[in-house]
C-alpha cells in the first residue's frame, strides 16, 4: 500500500490549513461509518414518529391562561437570576 503523503491527502482530503499539516495522519482519517443494526433501528425509529401524531393542537392567542403568565415569569425571572449570577 502506498504511504506517500500525495496519497494520503488525496485519501482524506487535502490539508491547506497549516494547523491540518502538522497534524498525523491517522488524526485525518474518515469518520466510522454506523453498522447495518443502528441504521435498521434509527429508519424505523423515523417510521413509528411518522406514523404517531407528535404535533400538539395549535395555540388560540386569545386564551392565554393566568398559569401561561405565570409559567413564562417564573421561567424569564429564573433565567434573568442565572445570567445575572454568572456575570457578577
Not at 485525518?28 to 417510521?47: H, S
Not at 395555540?59 to 449570577?85: E, G, H, P, W
Amino acid at each position: 500500500m502506498n504511504k506517500s503523503p500525495a496519497s494520503i491527502a488525496a485519501r482524506y482530503g487535502t490539508t491547506r490549513h497549516s494547523f491540518r499539516r502538522s497534524l498525523p495522519t491517522h488524526v485525518l482519517r474518515e469518520l466510522p461509518r454506523q453498522e447495518p443494526e443502528v441504521v435498521a433501528a434509527m429508519r424505523r425509529a423515523e417510521e413509528r414518529l411518522r406514523e404517531l401524531e407528535v404535533r400538539s393542537e395549535p395555540v388560540n392567542l386569545k386564551r392565554i391562561t393566568m398559569q401561561d403568565l405565570r409559567d413564562f415569569l417564573i421561567a424569564y425571572c429564573a433565567c434573568f437570576m442565572a445570567v445575572m449570577a454568572f456575570i457578577a
